[in-house]
């Protein structure tokens, strides 16, 4: 394959250097490489187990890193031209990305195998010498009792499973124990429902519906078809390796204090609990919890949720977003125009690609392939960062048969092109699009269609930095700073988690008790001066002020305002306030006060008569010194106006007497 040196260098910076067999005769040089101390990049991952035995010799195997330039670039009808696309693909390999935290999650190898017929008893047997096994057998037909009770064979139905592994419990129903006289098929005694078993490991060879959503992607469940044979023995294979301790990627990172999920129990935002495909999310009052050890990673939670409480580790937002500048700035530095960039997995993406470089055309050297742990953990912060920082286009491989629902990818792509074509970026074709096919031919076809649109003729060199919402912000800014066409305002569908917020201040009584409920403070107030400010940059459309407010005047307005978010944080209200009558202290608003006491005045027993100027007094004094007035007076506000006195007979009798007339 071609090799662009002069493009690679001046992309990459650094030292470059070339050679014909690095891992062969020439192996020495990489060996003086690596005593220089100084990080290095491998182009090539063939041979990536030899290099990192050497580097593990001279203790610099955390000094290597690789990029696979060969299947994504050289391996390409277009390799001529690829040299900037090389240099962009060496240099975001050489951005660090920290490791993601673990969970330890253990096993003591207890094992449930849940099936209808012999094939589950047959999958004991075989497991049994490796872990405690029991068969539960489901609406069994004539099965054959076993020769010996080397394990426990039980009848029963779940009816509801919960946990991961190391930790199930579940439900069942129909539960029998097998009679010991069972001659030519298990015969078993009267069954209840309600029983309940917990295990470590559950093997379910029933062929039915599976006992979890995503079940796939739900540690310690294995499953089958009983009537494959090999996919039986995969499933058995892999359940006895399951006894031990396992250390499980924490792959998302949850800070509960940014959760906009609910405040005093009235629900905000729950859009990551809606795209959950694990069940690893529930509602924990205020917040929301995430089970780190049933998160199977798909990113979901992290790509929807808008302030950044849930935040993928693998890696962070903003060392991907270091990475894609790297990569942007030295495809520029190269020579590169009009990229666009590719987001594939490592599962399925990168076999896609590999087999269109070795038996098709390879990759269009426009197009810049980035590899994620999952391509659902993309947010609009990288989609809109790209455009900021010189791509004229994004796509993301997905499988024709995804794992897991897509809804959430698709809305942020949606929500990508939305804002990329109102700019200007792009052309005739899609700015932003998901290709999901499990075929190499069908993947080079559709990037070709993918031809490069307008870009930004003054790209952004921004360096994000801070958490996920921060990186948003930043990202947005430079997207629309440097548009081919900026509009300052773009409206979005409901639900969108940008958006300002529309005030009816005539009715705006300035409780304050939106500035309590909002979670991402972008409504505020003033310790000097009664008002209500806010910052559309911060609001996430969570509703919870508008749910809050007892006056109901504030209303959701999707949409991203661009120059609302540059500007500062702009008053929506503000009112003189009420200094209190005895010691001054401003306390309330003057209309509020005003309002209360002429409601009041002479219409309510307690501010009528001769004590009422002395109370009404009361209401334009602060809390300190109403105490004390009230105190003062002896006024009991419990009592009431007195009351009637009962008439008795005698009462009667008197008022008779009192008259003259007889009794």
């Known amino acids: ?314 890696p962070p937002a903003d060392a991907l977003m270091r990475r894609l500048r790297s990569l942007m700035l030295a495809y520029r530095e190269s020579g590169g125009q009009g990229a666009t960039i590719l987001f594939h997995d490592g599962d399925h993406g990168e076999p896609l690609i590999d087999a269109l470089a070795r038996h098709g055309d390879g990759l269009p050297a426009h197009v810049l392939p980035v590899r994620l742990n999952e391509i659902t953990q993309l947010g609009p912060e990288a989609m809109a960062a790209l455009f900021a920082y010189g791509a004229s286009g994004v796509r993301v491989l997905a499988r024709a048969r995804p794992h897991h629902d897509l809804d959430s990818l698709h809305r942020t792509v949606a929500l990508a092109e939305t804002l990329a074509h109102a700019l200007g970026y792009g052309g005739a074709a899609p700015i932003v699009a998901v290709i999901e096919t499990d075929d190499p031919d069908a993947l080079g076809a559709a990037l070709a269609e993918a031809l490069p649109g307008a870009a930004s003729s003054r790209p952004s060199r921004f360096m994000p930095v801070g958490g996920k919402r921060e990186v948003l912000r930043f990202a947005f800014r430079e997207m629309y700073e440097v548009a081919p066409r900026p509009t300052a305002f773009v409206p979005l569908a409901a639900g969108a988690p940008f958006g300002g917020l529309d005030f009816r201040t005539d009715d705006c009584t300035l409780c304050l008790a939106c500035v309590g409920a909002c979670p991402t403070h972008a409504l505020s107030d003033s310790a000097e001066q009664p008002l209500l400010a806010f910052e559309e940059s911060l609001c996430v459309q969570c509703g919870l002020c508008a749910a809050t407010c007892p006056e109901s005047v504030i209303d959701l307005k999707p949409g991203l305002d661009f120059e609302a978010w540059t500007a500062p944080r702009r008053v929506v209200k503000e009112e003189e306030p009420f200094c209190c009558i005895a010691c001054a202290k401003p306390f309330g608003t003057r209309s509020t006060i005003e309002r209360v006491v002429e409601k009041l005045r002479e219409r309510h027993w307690m501010f009528s008569g001769s004590g009422g100027p002395e109370r009404i007094n009361a209401l334009m004094m602060c809390e300190d010194c109403r105490v004390e007035a009230a105190l003062n007076q002896g006024f009991d506000p419990h009592a009431g106006p007195e009351r009637m006195r009962t008439r008795t007979t005698e009462d009667y009798l008197r008022e008779r007497t009192e008259r003259g007339e007889a009794v």
């Open 1 to 314: 394959m071609p090799l662009d040196a002069s493009a690679i260098a001046r992309g990459c910076g650094g030292t470059l250097k070339t050679a014909d067999q690095l891992c062969g005769r020439e192996l020495d040089r990489f060996r003086e490489a690596l005593g220089t101390g100084v990080p290095i990049t491998v182009s090539c991952t063939l041979q990536a187990p030899l290099f990192d035995e050497v580097a593990e010799e001279m203790g610099a195997e955390d000094r290597v890193t690789y990029a696979k330039i060969r299947e994504t670039a050289g391996w390409s009808s277009e390799a001529e031209t690829a040299g900037p696309k090389m240099a962009a693909l060496l240099a975001a390999a050489a951005e660090p990305v920290p490791d993601a935290g673990t969970v330890s999650i253990e096993s003591h190898g207890v094992a449930l195998i849940y099936g209808r017929d012999a094939v589950a008893i047959e999958a004991g047997r075989r497991l049994s010498d490796s872990l405690d096994v029991t068969v539960l057998l489901s609406r069994p037909g004539a099965v054959e009792p076993p020769q010996r009770n080397s394990f426990p064979v039980l009848q029963g139905t779940v009816a509801g499973a919960t946990g991961r592994l190391g930790a199930f419990e579940l439900r069942i129903d129909d539960y029998a124990l097998p009679a010991p006289s069972s001659r030519t098929h298990l015969v078993f005694g009267l069954p209840r429902n309600g029983a309940t078993s917990t295990c470590d490991v559950v093997l379910d060879l029933t062929g039915g519906t599976p006992l979890f959503p995503a079940h796939d992607l739900r540690s310690g469940y294995l499953r089958a078809d009983p009537r494959d044979p090999a996919a039986v023995e995969r499933a058995i294979t892999a359940a006895a390796d399951l006894v031990g301790t396992f250390d499980k990627t924490k792959f998302v990172n949850f800070h509960a204090d940014l959760c906009a999920h609910s405040r005093s129990r009235i629900t905000g935002c729950t859009r990551c609990l809606e795209v959950c495909p694990t069940g690893a999310i529930v509602s924990a009052g205020d917040t929301v919890a995430i089970d780190p050890t049933i998160c199977a990673g798909c990113g979901n939670c992290a790509a929807v949720c808008p302030t950044g409480a849930a935040a993928y580790a693998l």
